[in-house]
């Protein structure tokens, strides 16, 4: 009973209300709900806390800035879900209606942002993708391996712009977008608040995952591995958060030489081998399903799909299984 007395003192109060229908639309930072109600930071960071306190909100800090979400888990997301149904008065209405319009502002200048980082980066990226094969082929050759399989809750590790997230939110349920780059994270925020399904920004290392073991339904690392100097510590971290039946997909290059990767893009490895994704793989508990090279320009695309053991893997049944398949191959 405290608890839901909580909630409601927390929501008994203009301005906070005010806060939960914004963020009720997408996630903000405090000087961007600041902008927005016209008050001062500090005024806005108090009413935050109050809601904070009460399990209404959820904070998450990227760099040097702090973001904010409805809490989505337990009694408190139902409630906020009937947010759009609550009795507002005309006045309260207008003042909701009015604080939309100033968001679109946010939303906006978000994008602008983007577009500006796009522009600045536009030769580099064009410079890398004119060494393989059309990002579309990739693209497709990813939806077409990822095909009638569950993606359920979905972890894009090294998410960098968010286009992963974009192309799968269709087919998942929904998605936690990955990376180490607060810039990164603000400019796919920017690109994915019209998607379909919730979609959970998140800065992190892929070396240590803030997510519990066996949590995750399926994960995607597009071009991030050969960003690491322990790739394999990588995979193990992946395979920790993947729960068993589970699906992660490795797209990166093949083993190549081209050392201006490494001193001009900071690629850690310069590419991967069927061997050594393979070994990677089974010695944490993931099998290797489906390979694919895509060639076109100097370097090759790779795509690795695998499923995390499951309970059914290790049954008798399904070791007499495995043998008879090796007995008939022989």
Known sequence: ?????????????PTRLRVVALLREMELAIGELAIVLDQSQPRVSRHVRILAEAGLVERRREGSWVFLRIAREGAVGG????????????????????????LQAIRTERMAVAERYFAEHAEEWDA???????????????LAMMHNRRLGHLLDIGTGTGRMAEIFAPTARRITALDRSPEMLRIARAKLVEQPVPIDLVQGDFLALPMESASIDSIIIHQAL????EPDRVVAES?????????????????????????????ARLGFSDAQIRGWFASNGI???????????????????????????????AHDGEGQRKRLAA
């Open 79 to 102: 409630l906020i879900d009937q947010a759009k149904d609550w009795p507002f008065s005309p006045q309260e209405a207008r003042i909701i209606a009015h604080d939309a319009r100033r």
């Open 239 to 267: 395979a920790r958060v993947l729960r068993g039946g589970g699906h992660l997909l490795v797209v990166d290059f093949a083993p190549h030489e081209d050392e201006e990767l490494r001193t001009r893009a900071a690629h």
């Open 287 to 317: 099998l290797l399903e489906n390979t694919q090279t895509l060639e076109g320009g100097e370097l090759a695309v790779k795509l690795w799909l695998g499923r995390r053991r499951s309970d059914e893997d290790q049954s008798p049944q």
């Open 1 to 13: 009973m405290s608890e839901l007395l909580d909630i409601f003192r927390a929501l008994a109060d």
């Open 128 to 142: 890398i993708r004119s060494r393989h094969v059309a990002e579309s082929e990739v693209e497709a050759a990813m």
């Open 226 to 229: 050969h960003f690491a100097h």
